[in-house]
C-alpha cells in the first residue's frame, strides 16, 4: 500500500477516476457538479492526508533522535529511523507531503537542537526533490556530522552527486553506505551502477551479483549484468584475437 498509494494519487489527480464511472442517469449538470464536488472533496482530504503524515513522521523522527541519543545502537529504533526516512521520501516525491512544509518544520527542529542530525538529513532530502542541490549538499554534509554510521546519510550524498552528474564522488557515498547496509539491495545496485558508469567493470559484475543475491527477482538489475557479461567477454576475445 505504502509503495503504491502515490500512484493512485496519481491517478486520482489526472482525473482518470471519472473514466471508471458508470454516468448513466446523470444529467450533463449533475456530472459536472460531482466532478466539481469530488475536486474539492479531493483537495481537502489531501490537505489534512498531508498534515496528519508529516505530523507522524515528525513524531517518529523526534523519538527516534531522543531514544538514540540514550541507545546509539538500539536496532529497533535504528530501524524505526530508516523506515521514517523511507516514507518521507516516497511521500516527497509521490507529492503527498510538501517540501516546503518539510524544510519549515526541520528548521524549527534544528534550531532546538542544531545536532538533530536526521532533521538535517531529511531536510536535504526535501531540497533534493526541489532540486536545490547546494543548499541540499549543504544540509547533507551537516548531516554526516552527526549521523556519519547512518547509511541514509551518505545514500543522500550519492543521489545528489549522482543527479549533477558527479559520478566518482556518488561512488565514494554510495559504496560507504552500502557497507553500512550490505543487506539492501537498493543501495548495492546503485554502487553496481556507480561501478559500471566509471568503467569498472568487473567490480560492477560483483556488485550486481551480490544484489541479485538478496532480489533475485529485479530484472532491470538482471539485463544489466547480462550486458556487462557480454561487453567483457567481447573485450576478451578481442584482446585474445591480438595476440
Not at 500512484?7 to 466539481?36: C, M, N, P, Y
Not at 523506515?83 to 517540501?99: I, P, R
Not at 528548521?107 to 542544531?114: K, S
Not at 560483483?206 to 543475491?213: F, G, T
Amino acid at each position: 500500500l505504502e509503495e503504491d498509494f502515490p500512484k493512485l494519487v496519481d491517478v486520482l489527480r489526472r482525473g482518470s477516476l471519472e473514466r471508471h464511472i458508470d454516468w448513466a442517469g446523470f444529467s450533463q449538470q449533475q456530472r459536472s457538479q460531482w466532478i466539481t464536488d469530488y475536486d474539492l472533496r479531493y483537495k481537502i482530504a489531501t490537505m489534512l492526508l498531508k498534515g496528519h503524515t508529516e505530523r507522524g513522521w515528525l513524531s517518529n523522527l523526534i523519538n527516534c533522535f531522543e531514544g538514540l541519543r540514550m541507545m546509539p545502537s538500539y536496532a529497533p529504533l535504528i530501524e524505526m529511523q530508516s523506515k521514517c526516512l523511507a516514507d518521507v521520501e516516497n511521500a516527497l516525491y509521490g507529492g503527498l507531503v510538501g517540501a516546503e512544509n518539510i524544510i519549515e518544520a526541520m528548521n524549527r527542529q534544528i534550531a532546538g537542537h542544531p545536532d538533530f542530525g536526521t532533521a538535517w538529513l531529511v531536510k536535504s532530502i526535501a531540497l533534493r526533490v526541489k532540486k536545490d542541490t547546494a543548499a541540499a549538499i549543504t544540509s547533507g554534509e551537516k548531516a554526516l556530522e552527526y549521523i556519519p554510521d547512518i547509511a541514509e546519510a551518505h545514500d543522500n550524498l550519492a543521489l545528489i552527486y549522482w543527479g549533477i552528474g558527479q559520478i566518482d564522488k556518488s561512488a565514494m557515498y554510495s559504496v560507504t553506505a552500502a557497507k553500512l547496509k550490505p543487506d539492501d539491495a537498493r543501495l548495492r545496485f546503485n554502487v553496481a551502477e556507480a561501478f559500471e558508469a566509471q568503467n569498472r567493470l568487473e567490480e560492477a559484475i560483483v556488485e550486481y551479483r551480490a544484489m541479485l543475491r538478496l532480489r533475485p527477482g529485479y530484472i532491470k538489475a538482471r539485463e544489466k549484468l547480462n550486458e556487462l557479461l557480454s561487453k567483457t567477454q567481447e573485450s576478451m576475445s578481442s584482446s585474445n584475437g591480438e595476440r
